[in-house]
């Protein structure tokens, strides 16, 4: 049983800094979570407090059935891999790995196994004996979560792991960290900045921001249902576009045009934040009336962007706000300067309040 | 190809300059110590009309008088202990004061710092009477105690090693913790190797200083089984003037052991006092 809790758990820091703000998350047995948000929302200070590095201020920690909460760090059977990698300078790689089964007091016969194993799995086997000054960033990374694996922890801490190396690198350290999850079959919290890492190798994302927990769920279902205004933006390149808007019976009415909902709006006209991904939204000839019968949107193409693959069409509506369209590079494109009409997939059009930023149900 | 030439002559006429600097102040400061080493070892007699530049007939009788007629070999003895302790002792405490002030958290950490750097602030010289009291009342006049115990933590050594623990990346403690290493492990297994240079400049620092000594030591023993050998060298000086040359050996006999020291360490010492000042 590895599956890690926390209850009401805060942490403030010294001259009332709140870091993590009554978390209550649950991270199954065997689960990879990612813990996502940006930089200072307290996502490393929730993973320091699993690993005991960091004391709540309130509430439970759970490990398995175990409340850690006043736990040392290495009795609680969980390794860390941070973001520096943590190698110690002065000793080769085999002593670095060696290192947590040092105090461990394994016999030695046995621990060169588990090293030269670990160091064959992870392709370090021809380095053990270099120091990791000596090392690329992707070999020191791998030292690091050989250091890791070794101690078969039941939950393993990363903290930004990946955010060292070079583009390249990353997407192929990505894949092999997600096989190696598999493979070690245990409980994995990773905490990350970037939405690419996190929608590609957890079951679950945690989105956090300023100590507050915003949404929890698979990350599709995060993308597709964003629970409010800053989930959405945060997640997807280029984020969702957000825009003011009066919702109505016509749908999303943005100056004299609306966007389509797929409900329709029961209710009182209220104003709005709409939002619709850059994918689902469509150019039409201003000519033309939307050919699904739908509502239409006038814009002023202010940029076009040409990334190779698609091209991201830069519009301000009419009401001053900007809007940005993805269109497929083999699409013909309009210039900058140019007026055109702005069409979105009905069942693809959010709507968040403008009080609360939360997402309001349509039906 | 003018470019060329102008761009490579001007870095050679620099060099030169420099050089030339270098050598100079190089001869100044080396010149006192020629002409110890010189006239130490000339007959007493050779001296008669002020020192000579180039030794004509050396010899090494000098240095046999003055390791046992003048006890300069007992002398040296009783300075490498007293170096020695206090090096050794001087390091101990100033790891563990360092570690404290670079990794532990404690209420008043930052007062007890300043307080440590406010000894810096104080010349010796100011508590030298009461400091010789308190000696005479343990009963320590002429022992290796009165030496050596006073000098044993310094707010200089704790503060020096406490500016290279705190190069030791945060991470490195966190990694040690999670693996089970608790505070006294850590410092041994990771803090102490990654920070020697740090380590050793101050080590040599403490031993530099300790070799040197001269009012406490002349305050503290009378006795020349525990006198060091700088007192040793005045004495000669006073004892011997009709043998200058004898003083001649004797000085070059307490400056040879800490210049082959330097020698041997002089990276480490520059290594050390830059540590710090620069990434990597």
Known sequence: MSAVAFEGVTKEFAGGVRAVDSLDLVIEDHEFLVLLGPSGCGKSTALRMIAGLDDPTAGVVRIGDRIVNDVDPKDRDVAMVFQSYALYPHMTVRKNIEFPLDARKLPHAERNTVVQHAAEVLGLAELLDRKPAQLSGGQRQRVALARAIV????????????????????????????????????????????????????????????????????????????ANQFVAQFIGTPPMNTFHAVASARGLEVADGAFAMVDGWAREPQDVIGGIRPEHLHLESLAREAPDGGALVVATVSMVEALGHERHVHCRMQNDDSIIVRVAASDPYPTTGEAVALRADAEHVHVFSTETGQRVALA | MAVSISVSQRPVGRSIARYFVLIVMAGLILFPIYITIVNSLMEPTALANGPVWWPSHPTLSNYATAWTNAHVGRYLWNTVIVAVGITALQVSTAILGGYAFAFLNFPLKRLMFVMYLATLMIPGEVTIIQNVQTVHDLGWYNSYAALIVPFIATGFGAFLLRQSFLAVPADLQDAAALDGYGHWRFLRRVVVPICRPGIAAMALFAFLGAWNQYLWPLLVTSDDRYRTVQIGLKQLRTENLSSVTVVFAGTVLAFLPIALLLLAFSKQLVRGLTAGAVKG
């Open chain 1, 151 to 226: 101690r078969r922890p039941s939950v393993f801490l990363m903290d930004e792991p990946l955010s060292n190396l070079d583009a390249k690198l990353r997407v192929q350290t990505r894949v092999e960290l997600v096989a190696l999850q598999r493979s070690l079959a245990s409980t994995l919290i990773y905490v990350t900045h970037d939405q690419v890492e996190a929608m590609t190798m957890g079951h679950r994302i945690a989105i956090m921001r300023d100590g507050m927990l915003q949404q929890v769920g698979p990350p599709q279902e995060v993308y597709d249902r964003p």
